[in-house]
């Protein structure tokens, strides 16, 4: 990211790095600071500009969307309450600034048969020419972990040989949202799958050096752009697609690879409970499966087990769906 430029430069510096310490992600912060910075600079501002109307001020040029200034303005709001701590204010002057009222945004959910029809229409545009069978398949395969075990889209990509465990049928995810590894069971269709991937590689490529599960081009892995070009066109292709719609202050999302994920989650809970299985025994083991931080992420999806409840939708979504 870029360097921040503006009379502030070292306390913002100060900040990500402390809050590094704690265990956060510097790039966690560092979007809103930057803001913040870019602002502070094009207002050639100093500390005596620091007033509730400044701020208000900020608020309403940052940006057009409400959801995104409340983010800036509460990341800035615990960025000089360190200051406070610190002794380098005396006063926070963004503690009596309301948040704005709230977009929410309802994510396109996948059901069971969708899901499959999408899968089947990628299964379908693999070229069946050398050239191209084994980068197609890869790409499909990508889709179907996403689909089938609830991935985040770059946990597929970054797979390599061995995080594959053929005699077990699981996989090893290193390194996702929250910096967490996890060991997970794949289902028996998707080994075959696989199985079936890498015997066709072996044969068309024996002296292949590649080390990603899913082969890229060039010794490099699949990129994300390659599993969104692949499955916008699948979803035109069975007829899904769609743009957002606004309605009020909800705005419903259009499909999206990580709508995959979940359907993946509600699907799960739906059919679990369906079969009798009490909730609180399946989602310790769906929130370790999926890699959530915490139990409560997991726990909205609850709120929701039909994509057509909007209310709730609604309350799925400010269960904190971003974290998901």
Request: charged share 25%; with cysteine.
């Amino acid at each position: 990211m870029k360097p921040f430029e503006s009379f502030m430069a070292s306390h913002f510096e100060e900040y990500a790095a402390y809050r590094k310490s704690l265990g956060y992600a510097k790039k966690g912060i560092k979007p809103s600071l930057l803001a913040f910075d870019r602002y502070l600079k094009a207002q050639n501002a100093n500390w005596d500009r620091f007033k509730p109307s400044f701020f208000l001020e900020l608020r309403g040029r940052i940006s057009t969307h409400p959801n995104t200034a409340n983010t800036i303005l509460s990341n800035l709001r615990s960025f000089f309450d360190y200051l406070v701590r610190r002794q380098i204010v005396e006063e926070n002057p963004l503690k009596d600034i309301p948040p704005l009222p709230e977009r929410y945004f309802i994510p396109f959910v996948f059901s069971p048969e969708q899901t499959d029809r999408l899968l089947n229409a990628m299964c379908k545009n693999i070229r069946r020419c050398q050239k191209h069978f084994l980068f197609d398949t890869g790409i499909y395969l990508a889709t179907l972990l996403l689909a089938r075990c609830g991935m985040r889209i770059n946990e597929p990509l970054r797979l390599l040989r061995h995080h594959y465990r053929a005699k077990e049928g699981t996989v090893y995810i290193e390194r996702t949202k929250f910096r967490k590894d996890r060991l997970i069971p794949v289902p028996k269709a998707v080994l075959v799958e696989i199985e079936n991937y890498l015997a066709v590689r072996n044969a068309l490529c024996p002296c292949d050096q590649n080390p990603y599960l899913l082969a890229g081009k060039k010794h490099k892995p699949l990129e994300d752009c390659h599993i969104r070009k692949a499955f916008h066109q699948a979803i035109e292709d069975i007829g899904l697609k769609r743009c957002k719609q606004a309605m009020g202050n909800i705005t419903f999302g259009k499909p999206l690879p990580h709508s995959l994920r979940h359907g993946f989650a509600i699907n799960t809970l739906s059919r679990t409970t369906a079969r009798g299985i009490p909730a609180q025994q399946v989602l310790p083991i769906l929130a370790t499966y999926m890699g959530h931080r915490k139990y409560q992420y997991t726990a909205a999806y609850l709120k929701v087990k039909h994509a057509g409840d909007v209310a709730g939708l609604i309350e799925f979504t400010k269960s904190q769906l971003a974290v998901i």
